[in-house]
């Protein structure tokens, strides 16, 4: 079993009560500048094989979270589109 499949499954209760007010605010969501500037430097450093423990572990994080959000607004998308039907 996939990650992002056990994440569904973990996630199907929350998400299943979405409205559709919730589904769209959860898609519109995006990181703030600050975040976005922070991932944009650790990504560099990463790719330079630059980053330090700490950065190592604080990169890996934003990546787990990032994931998960992917997986919360394409349940939200997805939601939506059977709203639309």
Excluded: W
Excluded at 4 to 32: N, Y
Excluded at 52 to 77: C, H, M, N, P
Aim: with cysteine.
């Amino acid at each position: 079993m996939s990650t992002v499949s056990v994440a569904e499954q973990m996630l199907q209760p929350a998400t299943d009560c979405l409205t559709p007010e919730v589904a769209q605010r959860i898609v519109s969501a995006r990181l703030g500048a600050a975040t976005q500037a922070r991932i944009d430097e650790l990504a560099t450093k990463a790719n330079q094989g630059a980053l330090s423990e700490e950065e190592r572990d604080e990169y890996a994080q934003f990546v787990e979270y990032i994931d998960l959000l992917g997986v919360i607004k394409a349940k939200a998308r997805r939601m939506l589109r059977q709203a639309d039907n």
